[in-house]
């Protein structure tokens, strides 16, 4: 069965810098989304993509954040200046887009900021 | 705006029980219901969806789920559970609105089954 994946499962990175996680959507997939998961908390929605722009963004996802579909395949969220507060398990999500289809999520990456 | 509640946080149960995890959410529009389950350190697995017709949805694994319009409930249910289940569960809501569907996500249950 085809499957949204994610690398690295475990990014560590230090108050400051920038990291980018990455996804490889299912490939007939058009809607593409990420989302964040603090640690004990509820998974939040932080953004959707759609014909290659942002179509519906949360309050979480400020200027620190952006997305790119940069080739074909790949779905990437970079985080500029990474807070400690960042630490979260973050997951990718893609929808092939028919309407009541469902979200195929990946295992997601869990990033530490130190 | 649109918010899922999960009553419960945690649930501990013993093995072959029955097991009710409750799943109640407000919206001023149509919704889309989804249980999904995440096993420790894996990601998110769908284990159920209520889109439009009968209200009794069954799942993987041998859960099911009932939609309630007026009591605006979605409670998850399996007659006997295996040890095999102990995972965080999560309710989740979208709004077909747009296209791009949003998931909204209930703060989970936590299912311990113990032998």
């Known amino acids: 069965e085809p499957e949204v994946t994610q690398t690295p499962s475990h990014q560590v990175t230090q108050m400051g810098q920038e990291v980018i996680l990455r996804c490889v959507p299912i490939?007939?997939?058009?809607?593409f989304y990420w989302y964040r998961q603090i640690l004990g908390q509820k998974v939040e929605f932080l953004v959707s993509?759609?014909?290659?722009?942002?179509?519906?963004k949360s309050e979480i996802f400020d200027d620190q954040f952006s997305v790119e579909r940069p080739d074909g395949s790949n779905f990437t969220l970079k985080i500029r200046s990474t807070k400690l507060e960042d630490s979260a398990m973050y997951f990718c999500?893609?929808?092939?887009?028919?309407?009541?289809?469902?979200?195929?999520f990946g295992a997601g990456t869990r990033l530490s900021v130190l | 705006a649109q918010s899922v509640t999960q009553l419960d946080s945690q649930v501990p149960v013993f093995e072959e029980a029955p097991v009710e995890l409750r799943c109640n959410y407000s919206?001023?529009?149509?919704?889309?219901l989804f249980w999904y389950v995440q096993y420790p350190n894996q990601g998110l697995q769908l284990l159920l969806k209520?889109?439009?017709?009968?209200?009794l949805v069954k799942g993987i694994n041998g859960f099911e789920a009932e939609f309630n319009k007026s009591q605006t409930s979605f409670h998850l249910r399996k007659p006997s559970v295996h040890i095999s289940d102990t995972a965080e569960y999560f309710c989740?809501?979208?709004?077909?609105?747009?296209?791009?569907?949003?998931?909204?996500f209930g703060a989970g249950t936590r299912l311990a089954v113990h032998p």
């Open positions: 993509f759609y014909n290659n722009e942002i179509s519906e």
């Open positions: 919206s001023s529009v149509s919704v889309y």
């Open positions: 209520y889109l439009s017709g009968s209200t």
């Open positions: 989740a809501v979208t709004l077909f609105s747009g296209g791009y569907n949003k998931l909204i």
């Open positions: 490939s007939n997939h058009l809607y």
């Open positions: 999500a893609s929808r092939m887009g028919t309407g009541k289809d469902i979200q195929y």
